[in-house]
């Protein structure tokens, strides 16, 4: 799967040969948001069901029609409160408790309370190929003591749960019990309770949804909103400078340039880096990558000025030793900051480290093992994600100056991720998650329970480290049910990431976004930074889409 | 007659061998369409759920023999499956709603380049030495010889983005008044840039193929003797000489007619057009086998119905075909 932007070779030849050109022109009717879809695709299937992430559904579905519990906001790192006004833990953390908006109704204008989510939430039970998050696992029952109160009991006090619990789309009942399988379930007519409901037109290359009439925040201004199909990126770009695209989250090469110079007024991108950070993945099941001393060298040879520069457009900045994006501020410990100094270029202390540990250079300046065995490595990255490949040059340049031989290794994407999960690659690129709490990052950097043996798939933990004293923080954390409770556990988990070393951080990842101010106004950037303007992340885009106005 | 009965007997094996050939490829290819899967959802998929959805999704853990087994009479029964990539919509739905879009395109753009080419071929040898023969050729060839990705980038930059002549994306205008021939005109304007950028990669080489079969064939003494006759010259021209220099340009011609649906997925990309070319890519992209064995047969059956086609032609060509028997 490419992610949106990572075509760059082609989408340059075309931005090159675009920026020249201009001739804006807006096809869409007025009032109309035209935004880009989260699939790349020629032709659309008719599927608006929330609950079939796995499936191929149509953006509003997620994005503008069907609305969960709250709304994680990685800006600022709180919860927006949404379908629910309110949430608490209760019973030790045994029990989540959340109080339903009241006034709330579905858009054929049956009111919505606490039975829908207890509903949905019995969905997931009784088929599991919906329940992707695997929330019954820790779930023990879900109930509405009165008709504004969802009480979440749970197995065992796992604070996690309130992330996935709280930004699960709900369903109506009174339309979905008498869906035979919801599984195969296309939802052609949606029934919700977000800003956009109706959809307008369907037509494989186009379609469009418009406003909810019912809808709990007053109707929206926005008339309607259209996606159409564009299957490569350079069609994005193409359609962003013809303005025939509002709102989108694609990467464009030499942005201020490209885009923002063909209409300065009006065109304009944000991309804070608040999407999770590349990390080099070391296998710490080969010789000599188990020993933290290599790992720490290897680092502090990389130049991340120079890679976020050469790599990333200057679109981000290098990593600090947490590991943590931009979206973990909150949470960022400064004392594991400061004593993480082997992400600083020193290519001095690097050398020291690898003598140290044995790795000496023999003939023509190149290290060996203590053995004499010749030292080699191959840095996997997927073939066509052009930045990910420049960041490896940068990488292998950089083990050339302290006598390490390395290699770039662009493969096929299939390839590459086949042997992250099987663990038979010596070194790779590759992304993190990003989760309201650090929990999940530490939990696959450094968790024993994620730690599977090579040649096995592991879904997380692709460089093989485990440390039993992380278990124990991670332990801790599951049981903390507010952040004051987390933060000192996250601050220690800092500090033990920052001492092994287990991957190694590059930089946070930018989260694209680019909007037309020409008909709309109201979108979030550096200046009012209120959410994330990607309209790839869901549910984050309805807070965007419900300030959005036609000017 | 029953040269084509044997050709059909033909191609009954043929379809057997390439259906199984479906089967066979996608699962040698690496990787398996659980860990695809895994891969679109960046690991977020917990275990319980990926083992409850690839009952949805139909893989099994089967042995071969019993998958190939079930394959084979699924196929019979034009059941292909449901695809991964756009669950939860049907492997013969997806296809049946780009097939249209491929067919007319390609398949038109296919036989005009045939059609002109050869006939500039035909008469490129009959002028030897024309502005047609020295001049036409070989900038057809030239812009033939160009990336297609490349030549159809900068005619979407030229004609759609700059001189704005014509739409840059999709096979028709989503927001039409009702009408059918509105509707009509939408998906000929939309159709124009790719059509004209398919016939232009291709043109060159029917026209040279032609060019130099027939400067063969107007070298035989038939030929002489068919103007030592006093036949009119047309007559000889087309009649004579270029009926039989047609031969090897009509196999040509089944190759790639067969081959439309897979054959203009750089089109299918450039021009945003809803094709089976996209689907292809993408299918084999994400690992969606069913999707990949129901393009693949489609595509199967379109190259055997095709080089059927062509083999009816040369026994109404060639009059050999014919006795041959």
Redesign the interface.
């Known amino acids: 799967m490419p992610r949106p932007g990572q075509l760059g070779g082609k989408a340059l030849l075309l931005a090159a040969l675009v920026a020249t050109a201009c001739a804006p022109r807006n096809d869409a009717a007025n009032g109309v948001l035209v935004v880009e879809e989260s699939q790349q695709a020629s032709s659309f299937i008719r599927n608006f069901n929330p609950l079939l992430e796995v499936g191929d559904v149509r953006w509003p579905t997620l994005h503008a029609m069907y609305e969960p519990l709250l709304i994680y906001n990685p800006l600022g790192g709180k919860y927006v409160p949404w379908l629910a006004e309110h949430h608490e833990w209760a019973d030790g953390g045994h029990v989540l408790r959340f109080q339903v908006r009241a006034g709330v109704r579905w858009s054929d204008g049956t009111p919505f309370g606490a039975a829908d989510v207890v509903f949905t939430f019995e969905l997931l039970r009784k088929f599991p190929a919906l329940d992707t998050r695997a929330i019954w696992q820790y779930l023990d029952a879900v109930t509405s003591p009165d008709p504004t109160t969802v009480e979440f009991k749970l197995k065992r006090v796992y604070s996690p749960a309130l992330f996935y619990v709280s930004q699960l789309p709900i369903v109506p009942a009174h339309v979905w019990k008498d869906v035979a399988d919801p599984v195969t379930f296309t939802n052609e007519s949606p029934v919700a309770t977000g800003p956009f409901t109706e959809v307008i037109s369907f037509e494989p290359q186009a379609y469009q949804v418009g406003p909810n009439p019912y809808y709990w925040q007053g109707k929206p201004a926005i008339k309607a909103v259209r996606c159409m199909a564009l299957p490569a990126n350079d069609q994005s770009i193409i359609s962003l400078l013809r303005n025939d695209l509002d709102w989108a989250g694609s990467f464009v090469p030499a942005v201020e340039r490209i885009y923002v110079g063909e209409d300065p007024e009006h065109h304009h991108y944000w991309s804070p880096p608040i999407d999770g950070t590349v990390l080099l993945y070391p296998n710490n099941t080969r010789k000599p990558l188990d020993d933290v001393r290599v790992r720490k060298a290897i680092s502090m040879a990389i130049d991340r000025d120079l890679m976020v520069k050469v790599a990333m457009y200057g679109y981000t900045r290098p990593a600090d030793a947490t590991a943590l994006s931009d979206a973990y501020n909150n949470y960022r410990y400064q004392p594991a900051v400061d004593a993480g100094t082997w992400v600083l270029h020193d290519v001095a202390g690097a050398e020291r480290l690898l003598d140290e540990a044995g790795l000496r250079r023999g003939a023509g300046g190149l290290r060996r093992m203590p053995d004499g065995a010749p030292l080699h490595f191959d840095i996997g990255v997927p073939v066509g994600w052009s930045d990910w490949i420049r960041a490896t040059q940068v990488i292998v340049r950089s083990l050339r100056g302290i006598g390490v031989d390395a290699r770039v290794q662009a493969i096929d994407f299939d390839a590459w991720f086949d042997s992250l999960q099987q663990g038979t690659y010596d070194m790779a690129l590759g992304w993190t998650e990003v989760n309201p709490s650090p929990y999940g990052l530490y939990r696959h950097l450094m968790s024993t329970e994620t730690l599977h043996p090579v040649g096995e798939a592991a879904a997380e933990n692709w460089h093989r480290f485990g440390l039993p004293a992380a278990d124990k923080l991670l332990a801790q954390v599951e049981l903390a049910t507010s952040f004051e409770q987390e933060k000192p556990l996250i601050d220690q988990l800092q500090m033990l990431f920052v001492e092994n070393a287990p991957a190694i951080p590059l930089f946070p990842g930018p989260l694209w976004g680019e909007y037309s101010s020409r008909d709309f106004v109201g979108f979030p950037d550096a200046d009012n930074p209120y959410a994330p303007l990607s309209p790839h992340w869901h549910p984050q885009s309805l807070l965007v889409l419900t300030k959005v106005k036609p000017r | 007659m029953s040269y084509l009965l044997r050709r059909i007997g033909f191609y009954a094996v043929a379809a057997w061998a390439s259906i199984t050939l479906a089967f066979i490829i996608p699962r040698m290819m690496?990787?398996d369409p659980a860990?695809?899967?895994?891969?679109?959802?960046?690991?977020?998929?917990?275990?319980?759920?990926i083992?409850?959805?690839r009952?949805?999704f139909g893989f099994t853990k089967a042995p071969l023999l019993e998958q190939y087994w079930q394959y084979l009479t699924h196929v019979v029964r034009g059941d292909l499956g449901?695809s991964v990539?756009?669950?939860?919509?049907t492997v013969s739905?997806?296809i049946g709603?780009?097939l249209g879009w491929t067919m007319v395109l390609a398949g038109v753009s296919v036989v005009i380049s045939f059609l002109i080419g050869s006939l500039l071929g035909v008469l490129a040898a009959w002028r030897r030495g024309s502005w047609l023969d020295t001049t036409v050729s070989p900038v057809l060839i030239f812009l033939g010889a160009y990336p297609y990705?490349w030549l159809a980038?900068?005619a979407?930059?030229v004609f759609g983005?700059?001189l704005?002549w014509f739409p840059?994306?999709?096979?028709?205008a989503?927001?039409l008044p009702p009408g059918i021939l509105r509707f009509l005109g939408s998906a000929i304007t939309h159709a124009v840039m790719p059509a004209t950028t398919l016939v232009i990669a291709t043109i060159g080489g029917w026209m040279l193929g032609m060019r130099n079969t027939m400067i063969n064939v107007l070298g035989e003494d038939y030929v002489t003797l068919a103007h030592a006759k006093g036949l009119p010259s047309r007559r000889v021209m087309f009649r004579y000489a270029a009926r039989n220099a047609l031969l090897p340009n009509v196999t040509g011609f089944g190759m790639a007619l067969g081959f439309v649906l897979s054959g203009s997925l750089l089109t299918?990309?450039?021009f945003?057009?809803?094709?089976t070319g996209?689907?292809l890519v993408?299918a084999v992209?994400?690992?969606d086998y069913a999707l990949i064995q129901g393009l693949f047969l489609t595509i199967t059956v379109a190259v055997l119905a095709a080089n059927l086609l062509v083999d009816m032609i040369y026994v109404w060509l060639d009059p050999r075909a014919r006795r041959s028997s």
Not at chain 2, 168 to 172: G, I, K, N
């Open positions: 690496p990787g860990t695809a899967m895994l891969v679109r959802f960046k690991g977020k998929l917990k275990p319980e759920a083992d409850a959805l009952e949805a449901v990539n756009y669950f939860p919509e739905g997806v709603g780009a990705f980038t900068v979407l930059f983005f700059t704005d840059l994306r999709h096979a028709y989503d927001n299918e990309i450039v945003s057009y809803p094709g996209y689907l993408a992209r994400s690992r």
